[in-house]
């Protein structure tokens, strides 16, 4: 492996002036950094990591951190798809990936602070809210973005879905198209995503004026087993729903299973909708009706906020960005009318201005 000193002699400058180069200081002519880039690539040099933080204070290291409620991790298709998306383009900025793992329950924020100041990350991606309070990480001097929930502190951004808006939305639509008797599937009410979900369905069904049968709300985490247990239960009950909307495409999955089980038709008998438009959606039959979030507009838009602010230190506006979704249609559920949710300004305690936007 080459040395700064081996490029510096092939430059015919000083091993400061190579130095000087690689970290991309002023000082250099074009010509002389551009003849040393250059040879960087022919000698294959790959400067050490300690030494460069010691030059520039940074690691080009981003540290993600999730703790789904339900321990699928990776494996959960929303987040994969997200943060695959995240790290294509935060890799493009000259960034690596840290997995911070949470080694206890309940949520050890201290041990991630912990390891968050001994890896020296250039930055944090939260997907998901922690268990337990964050104040500790967030007041720490480092950027911080969280997709699918809101954070406040200094030099913080969020992107979430428009979550209320949509299953709101969702409601009203269904009632107009003549469904009546609505049930819902929500998912844990300590994570963000899934109590606006559920304020939504509660706020459609006002706008609306239909009647909320509590026996037709019950909890389902994100999962199949979940949601086809919950249904299972829904359906044994003297009366059911004519649809069930659903916190999550995996638990609509597990729903679809329940029904079929029980020898009911879908869409005819009873409809189904689920959440996020995952690739399993489509591959179950009849093909999943669904909300689909921007999961491909998150985690680019993640990256970008997240390197806006390690890219100047002294920035500390808040950047908060609420997304429309998308109602997609497919075979479970009757003719509809596709809708698409307008950006929503985020909430009166984080405003967006116009600086905010990068």
């Known amino acids: 492996m080459a040395t700064i000193k081996e490029i510096a002699l092939r430059a015919g400058v000083s091993v400061a002036t190579v130095s000087r180069a690689l970290n991309d200081y002023p000082d250099v002519s074009a010509t002389t950094r551009a003849r040393i880039l250059e040879l960087a690539e022919e000698l294959r040099y790959y400067p050490n990591a300690s030494a460069q933080h010691l030059v520039t204070s940074k690691t080009y290291t981003v540290g993600v951190f999730f703790s789904p409620a339900d321990g699928s991790g990776l494996r959960h298709p929303f987040v994969g798809h997200v943060l695959t998306v995240f790290s294509a383009e935060i890799g493009r900025q000259g960034y690596d990936l840290l997995w911070l793992t949470n080694r206890k ?37 480092i950027p911080v973005v969280a997709i699918d929930f809101v954070v406040s502190g200094h030099r913080v951004g969020s992107v979430t879905s428009d979550n209320r808006r949509a299953m ?10 003549g469904y009546s008797r609505l049930g819902c599937l929500h998912g844990p009410l300590a994570i963000p995503p899934a109590m606006e979900r559920l304020q939504g369905f509660y706020a459609g069904m006002t706008a609306s004026r239909l009647p909320i049968r509590t026996e037709w709300v019950a909890y389902a985490d994100f999962t199949v087993a979940d949601g086809y247990s919950a249904t299972r239960a829904m359906l044994a009950l003297p009366n059911r729903p004519e649809v069930i909307l659903c916190a999550s495409d995996m638990t609509a999955i597990g729903a679809l299973e329940a029904i079929r089980e029980a ?33 491909e507009q998150m985690g680019k838009l993640a990256a970008e906020i997240l390197y806006s602010m390690m890219l100047s230190p002294a920035r500390d506006t808040p950047l908060h960005y609420v997304l429309p979704t998308e109602l997609v249609l497919r075979g479970t559920t009757r003719t509809l009318v596709s809708t698409t949710a307008g950006i929503r300004q985020p909430v009166d305690s984080l405003p967006r201005k116009e600086s905010d936007t990068i």
């Open 105 to 141: 329950r309940p949520f050890d924020h201290l041990a991630i602070m912990e390891r968050i100041q001994h890896r020296s990350v250039d930055g944090l991606l939260l997907i998901g809210q922690p268990e337990g309070p964050l104040d500790e990480i967030l007041a720490a001097d």
């Open 168 to 177: 709101q939305d969702l409601v009203q639509t269904l009632a107009q198209a």
């Open 263 to 295: 020898s009911l038709r879908v869409p005819e008998d009873i409809g189904v909708v689920g959440f996020d438009d995952v690739e399993a959606a489509t591959q179950v039959f009849p093909k999943l009706s669904t909300i689909r979030q921007p999961k």
